[in-house]
């Protein structure tokens, strides 16, 4: 598996960085997660093909990681033509919600002139779905009062496991969803607890120790914590004894894991563009 970080910042495009989304390419397939309004830019700087997308899966409905779907969409159908469906998959009330962001922007596309069906997929708060090359588990994050966020566990069947906290405050259930992962993609907006909603440096430092992947990827980004990334792990490596080997992340940056003997281990590369 491949995991291509488009974007890496908070809301507000934080250090100049993109909104935090991934690229997941698979031995079967492409997917997204989350499509902030500047995941079709990012891909643009990235190289890589919109058109390979098979689907996107959401961890939530906040604008930095749903508005960029309506370029998406109205890039696959005039610039790349597509015919075969998108799937886009994501808590309780994604049609609604995907559907009423795209008609704000684009509504006579939207609602006739798209050459291609899209495939809605409503993931439970807490289960199992098969996404076409893609197996999803989901819990429910603490973000906001809609109550609809969640957090991801995605793996390519018989290969490589990753987890995504998407925003949350920090819950249980992050750990669950991390542990025997080849990788935690795991937001950290703060540098001091007390952001509703949202987990800090304050709050991970003294949990590293608790995260069972192999490593941990940390990403939607404030410009502080970013400005103060290296000496935060450094100070983290001296107190927290074997702590996952982290990194924190930039927008362009390559991780990939060869399947299955690599699943356990951490990245193998990661090469900032």
């Given at each position: 598996m491949r995991l291509v970080v488009i974007g890496s910042a908070d809301a507000y495009n934080a250090a100049g960085r993109g909104h935090s989304c991934y690229w997941l390419e698979t031995r079967a397939g492409v997917w997204m997660v989350d499509f902030g309004a500047t995941a079709l830019q990012g891909l643009r700087r990235c190289g890589l093909d919109p058109g390979r997308l098979e689907g996107v899966v959401l961890t939530h409905f906040h604008g930095d990681?749903?508005?960029?779907?309506?370029?998406?969409?109205?890039?696959?159908?005039?610039?790349?033509?597509?015919?075969?469906?998108?799937?886009?998959?994501?808590?309780?009330?994604?049609?609604?919600?995907?559907?009423?962001?795209?008609?704000?922007?684009?509504?006579?596309?939207?609602?006739?002139?798209?050459?291609?069906?899209?495939?809605?997929?409503?993931?439970?708060?807490?289960?199992?779905?098969?996404?076409?090359?893609?197996?999803?588990?989901?819990?429910?994050?603490?973000?906001?009062?809609?109550?609809?966020?969640?957090?991801?566990?995605?793996?390519?069947?018989?290969?490589?496991?990753?987890?995504?906290?998407?925003?949350?405050?920090?819950?249980?259930?992050?750990?669950?969803?991390?542990?025997?992962?080849?990788?935690?993609?795991?937001?950290?907006?703060?540098?001091?607890?007390?952001t509703p909603g949202h987990c800090s440096w304050e709050e991970w430092r003294g949990s590293l120790s608790r995260v069972e992947s192999a490593s941990v990827v940390f990403t939607h980004l404030s410009a502080e914590v970013r400005a103060k990334g290296p000496r935060l792990l450094d100070e983290a490596l001296g107190a927290a004894g074997c702590p996952p080997k982290a990194v924190f992340a930039d927008d362009g940056a390559v991780f990939a894991w060869d399947p299955p003997a690599d699943a356990g281990r951490p990245p193998a590369d990661q090469r900032p563009k």
């Open positions: 990681h749903i508005g960029g779907l309506p370029y998406l969409l109205i890039d696959l159908a005039f610039n790349h033509d597509r015919r075969h469906p998108l799937s886009i998959a994501g808590p309780a009330g994604t049609r609604c919600r995907v559907e009423a962001v795209c008609r704000a922007a684009y509504g006579e596309v939207i609602d006739t002139r798209l050459p291609f069906v899209l495939d809605f997929i409503e993931l439970p708060p807490r289960g199992r779905e098969r996404l076409a090359s893609l197996n999803v588990e989901t819990w429910p994050a603490e973000h906001g009062s809609e109550g609809h966020a969640l957090l991801l566990r995605v793996e390519e069947p018989g290969g490589v496991a990753l987890a995504f906290t998407g925003d949350t405050a920090m819950v249980e259930a992050i750990f669950e969803a991390a542990r025997g992962a080849a990788c935690l993609v795991a937001e950290c907006t703060e540098l001091r607890a007390g």
